[in-house]
T-cell receptor, first 114, second 109 residues
Framework: AQSVAQPEDQVNVAEGNPLTVKCTYSVSGNPYLFWYVQYPNRGLQFLLKYITGDNLVKGSYGFEAEFNKSQTSFHLKKPSALVSDSALYFCAVRLNFGNEKLTFGTGTRLTIIP | NAGVTQTPKFQVLKTGQSMTLQCAQDMNHNSMYWYRQDPGMGLRLIYYSASEGTTDKGEVPNGYNVSRLNKREFSLRLESAAPSQTSVYFC????????FGSGTRLTVV
């Protein structure tokens, strides 16, 4: 079975400061990893994914994430937070073959304080 | 360039009523999914369809049925709605990652 843990329900960051949203995963094999963002009353939007290759993945809106196989982590980062980054963020994992389903974390609400 | 389209966007049902949530994708994806989103619980998979003509149960299938009408369309039916089914429902389709619809906010009173 595969699982995702987002240990922080809520993260508060001052505008302009770096931000990190944590994600760890468990999967019986090599993973595909994803980050999605959800703005109020909207669907989930794709931010970035790790499939293979470089462990540092760059995505939309200046976000990036680092795949760390030894720590089974895929933390989302941004060097300088914007108020518009305030949203609900979901990490997700699946196996890297076949037609496997995504398993989502419970989400982290990021609030950027002006 | 529509992606995944869900209808309706909002619905209020009385306990015991039935309804069908519609989902269509125009990306020629084989796989489609229905999730529900509840506060503090993330997204939970209700049903999925790996290809046209096949459907399988997910994590929380009780009280729901699905139909994969063709490659584009995947509908979710509540035969007898219960207050516990008050939630936001999302349809998604995928190749590797998912593309989500904008959601249906359902309230059962």
């Amino acid at each position: 079975a595969q699982s995702v843990a987002q240990p922080e329900d809520q993260v508060n960051v001052a505008e302009g400061n770096p931000l990190t949203v944590k994600c760890t995963y468990s999967v019986s094999g090599n993973p595909y990893l994803f980050w999605y963002v959800q703005y109020p009353n909207r669907g989930l939007q794709f931010l970035l994914k790790y499939i293979t290759g470089d462990n540092l993945v760059k995505g939309s809106y200046g976000f990036e994430a680092e795949f760390n196989k030894s720590q089974t982590s895929f933390h989302l980062k941004k060097p300088s937070a914007l108020v518009s980054d305030s949203a609900l963020y979901f990490c997700a994992v699946r196996l890297n073959f076949g037609n496997e389903k995504l398993t989502f974390g419970t989400g982290t609400r990021l609030t950027i304080i002006p | 360039n529509a992606g995944v389209t869900q209808t309706p966007k909002f619905q209020v049902l009385k306990t015991g009523q039935s309804m069908t949530l519609q989902c269509a994708q125009d990306m020629n994806h084989n796989s489609m999914y229905w999730y529900r989103q509840d506060p503090g619980m993330g997204l939970r998979l209700i049903y999925y369809s790996a290809s046209e003509g096949t459907t399988d149960k997910g994590e929380v299938p009780n009280g729901y049925n699905v139909s994969r009408l063709n490659k584009r369309e995947f509908s979710l039916r509540l035969e007898s709605a219960a207050p516990s089914q008050t939630s936001v429902y999302f349809c998604a389709s995928s190749e590797i990652g998912y593309t989500f619809g904008s959601g249906t906010r359902l309230t059962v009173v």
